[in-house]
C-alpha cells in the first residue's frame, strides 16, 4: 500500500540503488551511486536502517528462519511452547529474555562474559521460574538438520564445550546502522547511529533521518513509520521556508 501511494503521486523510484558517497554542496545534498549517477537536492531524508549484528557462525545463516531469529517481540509467538536461548547479555537481551518467558516454555541466556544489562533488570531474572543463565559461555555453532535443533557452547573459562538442546535462539548483541556514506558529516552515538531532533533534523541543515539509523531508543516498525512521517513533514517545511 506504501509502495502503489508513492506511485500513485509520481514520486520516482530508484531500485537496486546502493549509495556510496554523500556531500553536502552549498545549500544542496548530493549522493553519488555506485552506478556513478549522481542526485542533487534541497533536502534529503535518510531512512536506510538498521541490520542485526551477526554471531559469525556456523549454523547461523543455514538456520535463520528455521530457529534463528533477531526481534523476540517479532518472533516470540512463533516458538510458544519451546526452548529457546538468548545471546547477549546487554539491556536488550535481557528485556528480550523477559518478553519470551511469558510465551516459550523455557528461556537460556547465553553469554560470553558478565552482564552489561542495568541491575534493574537482571534482579527480574530471578522471579522467572522458566528463564535460565548461562554466563561466561561461547556459542560457537547452530545445529540442527531441516531446523535448528540446539547449540554448541563452550565454557569461556575452562574451554569445555557442551551441546544444549532447544529449537530457537534470538542473537540480541545489537544492531549496525546503515550509515557509511554519511559519517564524514553527520554528528553520530557511539553506536554510530544518525543523531536526531524531535523534528527528525540532523545537524546539517536540509538534512533529516528516521527509524533505526537513529538514536531512537526503539527499533520497531512502527515507531519508524511515525518518525518517517515527522522527518518529510519537517522536509517540507525546510523547502517551503527556502521559497
Not at 560470553?112 to 561461547?138: E, G, H, M, P, Y
Amino acid at each position: 500500500q506504501f509502495w502503489e501511494h508513492v506511485e500513485d503521486n509520481g514520486v520516482p523510484i530508484q531500485e537496486e540503488a546502493e549509495i556510496v558517497t554523500y556531500q553536502p554542496e552549498g545549500k544542496l545534498h548530493e549522493v553519488v551511486l555506485a552506478t556513478g549517477d549522481t542526485y542533487r537536492s534541497k533536502s534529503l531524508v535518510i531512512a536506510t536502517g538498521a541490520t542485526p549484528r551477526r554471531l559469525g557462525i556456523p549454523g547461523e545463516s543455514d538456520f535463520f528462519g528455521k530457529g534463528v531469529a533477531y526481534c523476540a517481540i517479532c518472533d516470540g509467538p512463533l516458538f510458544k511452547g519451546k526452548d529457546v536461548f538468548v545471546v547477549g547479555g546487554g539491556n536488550s537481551a535481557v528485556e528480550s529474555a523477559l518478553d519470551l518467558a511469558k510465551v516459550v516454555n523455557t528461556v537460556t541466556i547465553v553469554h560470553r562474559s558478565k552482564f552489561r544489562a542495568d541491575k534493574v533488570l537482571t534482579d527480574q531474572l530471578a522471579s522467572k521460574s522458566n528463564i535460565k543463565v548461562c554466563l561466561d559461555t561461547q556459542i560457537r555453532e547452530i545445529l540442527g538438520s531441516d531446523f535448528m535443533t540446539g547449540i554448541l557452547v563452550e565454557d569461556t573459562r575452562t574451554s569445555q564445550q557442551r551441546i544444549l538442546e532447544g529449537q530457537g535462539v534470538f542473537v540480541e548483541i545489537g544492531l549496525v546502522p546503515s550509515t557509511k556514506p554519511f559519517l564524514k558529516h553527520l554528528h553520530t552515538n557511539e553506536q554510530g547511529e544518525i543523531i536526531t531532533t524531535i523534528r527528525g533534523e540532523t545537524n546539517l541543515p536540509g538534512v533529516f533521518a528516521a527509524g533505526d539509523v537513529t538514536d531512537v531508543p526503539y527499533k520497531q516498525i512502527i515507531t519508524a513509520m511515525g518518525a518517517g512521517a515527522t522527518a518529510a513533514l519537517s522536509a517540507n517545511d525546510y523547502i517551503n521556508q527556502l521559497s
